[in-house]
């Protein structure tokens, strides 16, 4: 157990595909005890288990294994420990690539811990003989009817597999599904020996995760008042400084651009936010109006009086199924009369489709004028009909992928045979996608046996 | 009361939850949060918000750290991949609402700091 008064937690990646700079930098450029990194989103784990079925060595964030070899060195000298869901549905295939970057770096005697016991796939029919109906928890339907389209299925475990992981001497913990802040306060109840029971403090780790959880987000990224923001392009990404009672701080490295301010924190704390008095998670509810916010300056925000209660006794879970077929294309269309021509065509196209037979619901397709107040449709929004140019968006969905292809063939042919002024096909035909929906559903505690494994390089 | 834009008093960041996205507005003013508790309605924003969102709208207080949060609950053609908006995600629903015209007292506009040059 720590006993110096404050730990270091960072985290360099809000979602795969976030800048590598992120975690670059934290490891070079100050003090910093762990680095956390946020690869998963539901969409990605769908994707990553059809990438284990084609290959078994598959199915983990690989630009997690790039990050971890370019930063090696800087993990090594500094001691800082990392803690990532970078296991995707497959965390072992991600060790053993990890465990090969370090061979080939000449790095012995790290240890790398794997936490499994989310992925849930395998154990579907299982689950649902034991009489775990795994509802949809918005429509109320059992899952035995998608059953056969799934192609995912995670619980959102929770901090203390981590915790485990990192007291058994692990420098990188390597994760499947868990909460995003779960991947910050694993190490906090590791360095403070905080237990099941102490709500509070586990609500104070869940609100520092939270902020922290996408990154240069509350550092100035995706700012109200962007103006005001200095540098945001070499913008730091958050560092929580906690300490054992619970009361912990946000900022980042100097040096680094963007800023860490009462209001930039706020801005993170409302992100993807449902009722603030019930932030419900594996291992507590969090009141995230419980707490009080100061603005120190010299980008510092402190945060106190954190609140928290029991958790429920079930895991959310993560089910992706599959749900049908889209497309989606674009063409530009220049003016002069941009929106009234781009109007003509997504009609041309509609029309033509259906001489051949192929027609679509209102609810299957999708016209935009992009250009033209597509993101703020409704809103007084100044010149908005009369741009100089658009971009036409059409798409469709739907159950028959026959239609859907039959779609791809009519986009292209306007740049002859519509009206004058259309561009932008280079892209060719649009492709025929497959819709992946969600299926939110909760599993009962115990049903689920967590595993930690520790292996060395 | 003068005629403003909710950008004036309020920030705003928005996101997707299923097939919802909420928009958190955060009031710049303790004044700024009375008014808008009281005058920011589900109704309004619900309204406000017609041509992007279908679902009914949901409203939560947070009075502690002055933030009103409010859930879309159809604004975003279907959520995830099965969604074909440009916005499937509802990041921009946030900027959206800040251009809303609300009439507000020049009590609380005088006691807003104005700092709302990059939002309009």
Not at chain 1, 221 to 230: A, C, E, I, K, L
Not at chain 2, 7 to 31: F, L, T, W, Y
Not at chain 2, 89 to 114: C, F, I, Y
Request: glycine share 12%; proline share 5%; with cysteine.
């Amino acid at each position: 157990m720590r006993q110096q008064d404050q730990v270091l937690i960072a985290n360099g990646q809000g979602f795969w595909g976030d800048s590598i700079l992120g975690p670059v930098r934290l490891v070079r450029e100050g003090p910093l005890d762990y680095l956390t990194l946020d690869y998963l989103a539901e969409v990605t784990m769908s994707i990553l288990q059809k990438q284990r079925a084609r290959d078994p060595k598959a199915g983990y964030a690989t630009d997690f294994v790039r990050m971890i070899a370019r930063t090696l060195p800087d993990l090594v000298a500094k001691q800082i420990k990392v803690v990532a869901n970078a296991g995707g549905v497959n965390p072992l295939a991600c060790k053993d690539a990890v465990l090969e970057v370090m061979a080939r770096a000449g790095v012995r005697g790290m240890k790398v811990a794997v936490v499994e016991g989310d992925d849930i796939f395998g154990r579907l029919d299982e689950l649902a003989a034991a009489g775990e109906p795994l509802r949809n928890m918005d429509t109320g339907a059992p899952l035995s009817s998608v059953r056969e389209r799934v192609s995912s299925a995670n619980v959102y475990l929770g901090a203390f597999p981590i915790a485990e992981a990192l007291a058994l001497g692990a420098q990188i913990v390597i994760t499947g599904r868990g909460t995003d802040p779960g991947l910050v306060l694993g190490p906090m109840i590791h360095e403070f020996g905080w237990k099941p029971g102490d709500y509070d403090l586990l609500a104070a780790g869940t609100i520092a995760g939270h902020i922290v959880e996408c990154g240069v987000q509350c550092t100035g990224g995706n700012y109200t008042d962007w103006r005001s923001v200095p540098d945001l392009a070499m913008a730091g990404y958050p560092i929580i400084e906690m300490r054992p009672n619970g009361e912990f701080a946000i900022t980042k490295h100097a040096g680094t651009g963007g800023m860490v301010t009462l209001r930039s924190v706020l801005h993170q704390l409302v992100y993807e936010m449902g009722d603030p008095h019930r932030y419900i998670g594996p291992d507590n509810c969090a009141d995230f109006d419980s707490i009080t916010l100061s603005d120190k300056g010299g980008d510092r925000v402190e945060v106190r009086g954190a609140k928290g209660s029991a958790p429920t006794d079930t895991y959310k879970v993560s089910i992706s199924y599959q749900d049908g077929w889209k497309s989606l294309g674009q063409l530009t269309v220049s003016g002069p009369d941009a929106l009234e021509k781009a109007r003509l065509c997504a009609d041309i196209v509609w029309k033509r489709l259906a001489f051949d037979g192929c027609t679509f619901d209102e609810d299957e397709k999708l016209v935009e004028f992009v250009g033209a107040n597509v993101c703020h449709a409704g809103l007084p929004v100044p010149h908005a009909n009369e741009p100089s140019e658009v971009v036409l968006r059409l798409g469709v969905k739907g159950r028959d992928k026959a239609k859907i292809e039959r779609f791809t063939y009519e986009l292209v042919p306007l740049v002859t045979s519509g009206p004058p002024g259309v561009t932008g096909f280079a892209g060719g035909r649009p492709q025929v996608q497959e819709i992946v929906a969600f299926w939110p559903a909760l599993l009962r505690k115990d049903k689920i046996r967590t595993r930690v494994q520790v292996f060395t390089s | 009361m003068v005629k403003v834009q909710l950008a004036r008093i309020a920030d705003a960041r928005s996101g997707d939850k299923g097939e919802a996205s909420n928009i958190g507005v955060m009031a710049r003013s303790p004044q700024a949060y009375a008014y808008l508790k009281s005058a920011l309605t589900p109704g309004l924003v619900q309204a406000a918000m017609a041509g992007i969102n279908r679902g009914e709208v949901k409203r939560y207080e947070g009075d502690g750290l002055r933030v009103l949060n409010f859930l879309l609950g159809d604004s975003l053609g279907g959520g995830g991949s099965a969604s074909l908006r440009t916005d499937a995600q509802g990041k921009t629903h946030g900027l959206a609402l800040l251009r809303m015209e609300l009439d507000v007292p020049q009590n609380v506009l005088d006691a807003t700091p104005d700092v709302s040059g990059s939002a309009q």
